[in-house]
């Protein structure tokens, strides 16, 4: 239930169910690799976007991103989760029929 809340419904708001949303035949693998007992790093440092800003720099939290998946490919791994990641870009820019 919670995949449908979290993958399923957004991708169907987005326009993109019939190729975001589901591990299936045929749909993008979209995926991460969560740890929830994990502490997640909140220091600066530890921030992987472009603003080095945060409400949550300092906070003692719960969760980490472990690996993430685009269409198949490994694109992120935490430590030396996983094995070689691309160096170029491998995401593509999706437009769908908004249902929202």
Same mark, same amino acid.
């Given at each position: 239930?919670?995949?449908?809340?979290?993958?399923?419904? $957004?991708?169907?708001?987005?326009?993109?169910?019939?190729?975001?949303?589901?591990?299936?035949? @045929?749909?993008?693998?979209?995926?991460?690799?969560?740890?929830?007992?994990?502490?997640?790093?909140?220091?600066?440092?530890?921030?992987?976007?472009?603003?080095?800003?945060? $409400?949550?720099?300092?906070?003692?939290?719960?969760?980490?991103?472990?690996?993430?998946?685009?269409?198949?490919?490994?694109?992120?791994?935490?430590?030396?989760? @996983? @094995?070689?990641?691309?160096?170029? $870009?491998?995401?593509?820019?999706?437009?769908?029929?908004?249902?929202?």
């Amino acid at each position: 239930r919670t995949a449908k809340w979290w993958a399923g419904e $957004p991708s169907h708001l987005a326009g993109l169910h019939g190729r975001k949303g589901h591990l299936a035949a @045929g749909f993008d693998a979209d995926i991460v690799v969560w740890d929830p007992d994990t502490s997640a790093d909140t220091t600066v440092a530890g921030l992987y976007h472009k603003h080095k800003t945060s $409400p949550y720099v300092g906070m003692d939290l719960k969760g980490r991103v472990l690996a993430t998946f685009v269409r198949g490919q490994q694109v992120y791994a935490a430590n030396s989760y @996983g @094995g070689r990641l691309p160096t170029e $870009p491998c995401g593509q820019l999706l437009l769908g029929k908004r249902n929202y």
